[in-house]
């Protein structure tokens, strides 16, 4: 699979089989990460891979009422940093941008192996950084949810998450977010490019 068709292929499903998760599947995973660009090569992200069921219910609890299908993961990673571990330029911090990156990369990475990573932004970061013990001055950016797609739509999901599940959700034309050379230049599609 080359990086397009991981892009194409990656999905935010909800519905989940469980998956093994070995020290090998771990560490594959780390070492997309340990690769990501990241400004002057800071490499600001810290992540945690919990695949321990003691641990996983325990985050379960701090998820927003909409997550309850995470219930299903395999594994979570927590991917967090804080503002000094990478690039401060005027007011522009970069270690959300730059562990995104790698968060995306790791994403790809998953999808490539055939499984779901799914990113979620829906839980209480203070009580989940605290049963992952990450220290106070950390931001919990993400929690990406891993599993296997499962073929069974998961009952707990709500109608819009199920339709979500059989098709992809809309995307915006490109018009709407990409320009030439200035922000009054919509970009109008590959026969009208400007």
């Not at 009422?65 to 967090?80: H, R």
Request: proline share 5%; charged share 25%; with cysteine.
């Amino acid at each position: 699979m080359n990086v397009k068709e991981a892009i194409e292929k990656r999905r935010a499903f909800r519905s989940l089989d469980p998956v093994t998760i070995s020290d090998e599947l771990i560490q594959i995973l780390a070492e997309v990460v340990e690769i990501s660009p990241s400004c002057a090569n800071k490499q600001p992200w810290k992540l945690i891979f919990v695949r321990n069921r003691q641990v996983l219910e325990k985050i379960f609890t701090n998820l927003s009422v909409g997550n309850k299908w995470v219930e299903n993961a395999s594994m979570i990673i927590a991917v967090f940093s804080k503002p000094e571990n990478d690039c401060i330029i005027g007011d522009r911090l970069y270690y959300l941008f730059d562990t995104g990156m790698a968060t995306a990369f790791l994403i790809l990475q998953a999808t490539e192996l055939g499984l779901v990573a799914h990113p979620i932004a829906g839980f209480k970061e203070s009580k989940t950084k605290e049963i992952l013990g990450i220290p106070d001055e950390m931001r919990l950016i993400t929690l990406v949810i891993i599993g296997k797609h499962s073929s069974e739509v998961n009952p707990v999901l709500s109608d819009a998450m199920k339709l979500g599940e059989k098709q992809r959700p809309p995307r915006k034309a490109l018009d709407e977010f990409i320009f030439i050379n200035h922000y009054d230049n919509k970009y109008l599609n590959d026969k009208g490019r400007k």
